[in-house]
């Protein structure tokens, strides 16, 4: 009996699918037919195309191959979609910079607090006081460094920010390096 899959086929490849044809379906071919397996098989034989494969829509969706295929495809969407939504929602979203900023300026108020209260406690351990003209004078410098460190704490971000959105429409977003003294 000829190959209806792949007419033109050399002599070893037709033995191939005769034996091939002998065989009854079972699980693991999903219940096609030899002459249908063979078809399967014909697509990396000498003279076949992607036609000859082909068994119509019914036919499709039985296909173990087209099922592999279909369950690769539900596992991307059920692993990497919610990442890549994720993602998309991510780029040049002024919320996520505005809450990024907003951490920072948190931060930095966060280490001034710290920093004069280790400065009061330090002229407490002592039994100093500061006069009203110097508590004025170092809390007007205090305010001025804080603000330029405020500022430069929301460039910074802004700066992080701008970068990440370009390594996510580049190339991905890589995991933060740390260098030595960086």
Known sequence: MPNPFAPGLSSPTNQNMSALRGYQADAWRGGLSGDQFAGLQSIYGPGSSVMDIWRGE?????????????????????????????LIASYRNLGDRREAQGLAVQDVNRGFDQAQAAFKDR?????????????????????????????????????????????????????????AGG
Do not use: C, H
Request: proline fraction near 5%.
């Open 58 to 86: 019914k036919d499709i969706q039985n296909d173990p191959q087209a099922q592999v295929y279909r369950n690769d495809w539900l596992d991307y969407v059920r692993t990497f979609v919610p990442i890549e939504n994720e």
């Open 123 to 179: 002229l407490g351990r002592y039994g100093l006081a500061m006069t009203p003209a110097q508590q004025a004078e170092q809390q007007r410098r205090s305010d001025f460094t804080r603000g330029l460190a405020e500022v430069e704490g929301i460039n910074r971000t802004s700066r992080r920010m701008d970068d990440r959105d370009m390594e996510l429409m580049t190339s991905g977003v890589r995991a933060p390096s740390f260098t």
